[in-house]
């Protein structure tokens, strides 16, 4: 079973524009939400983060829209650059079927590609 | 600080044969976690331990094994490599309060 699902696989984007990613979750004791990036060769970055008492988080060109009654959030890259191409992810954390609330249930990921 | 170490960078093995992954934090952090990345799969967790002393299995771990030999040390062993174990590597570790994981730069297995 999938916890956390991220849309689109892929996504093309012209310099100046803005990026959209999104995903969905399903365990609402997720209290979690993080945005990882991951450059080609690299282990994956935190980005950005939010927690489920606020709907939204800015970090200079990068936000996070979190809408816990649909439980979805999304990450919007404003302004996108050839320099934020890379794989994005997803992840919450929280307690699942393990029983612990350390880990993260990461989605599949979106390859971003900023054309100059 | 280098914060998350691995090694080997990259390794190939033969089926059947055994290895073992090593991965070191300098942060001080409870929380460690092996995950491997797979093409369209994201990541997903292998084991982890919560702190010193105790490992858990994750989503996927069959075929492997895990040491938590001291705070700073997170191994992954491989007894008897297969084909499907060829995948990225990451180690992470995170603080239980703030929860951000940090990961290492990756192992790439590839098992012949």
């Known amino acids: 079973q999938q916890q956390v699902k991220q849309s689109p696989q892929s996504l093309i984007v012209q310099k100046g524009g803005i990026s959209i990613i999104n995903c969905a979750y399903e365990n609402t004791a997720f209290d979690y939400f993080p945005w990882y990036q991951q450059f080609p060769g690299k282990g994956p970055a935190l980005l950005i983060a939010?927690?489920?008492?606020?709907s939204e988080k800015k970090e200079g060109r990068f936000t996070i829209s979190f809408n816990k009654s649909a439980k979805q959030f999304s990450l919007h890259i404003m302004d996108s650059q050839p320099g934020d191409s890379a794989t994005y992810f997803c992840a919450a954390k929280g307690q699942n079927s393990g029983g612990s609330n350390y880990k993260l249930t990461f989605g599949k990921g979106t390859l971003l590609t900023v054309n100059p | 600080n280098a914060g998350v170490t691995q090694t080997p960078k990259f390794q190939v093995l033969k089926t059947g044969q055994s290895m073992t992954l090593q991965c070191a934090q300098d942060?001080?952090?409870?929380?460690m976690y092996w995950y491997r990345q797979d093409p369209g799969m994201g990541l997903r967790l292998i084991y982890y331990s919560a702190s010193e002393g105790t490992t858990d299995k994750g989503e996927v771990p069959n075929g492997y094994n895990v040491s938590r030999l001291n705070k700073r040390e997170f191994s992954l062993r491989l007894e008897s490599a297969a084909p499907s174990q060829t995948s990225v590597y990451f180690c992470?570790?995170?603080?239980?309060?703030?929860?951000?994981?940090?990961f290492g730069p990756g192992t790439r297995l590839t098992v012949l």
């Open positions: 942060m001080n952090h409870n929380s």
């Open positions: 992470a570790s995170s603080e239980e309060e703030r929860q951000r994981q940090f």
């Open positions: 939010i927690r489920p008492d606020v």
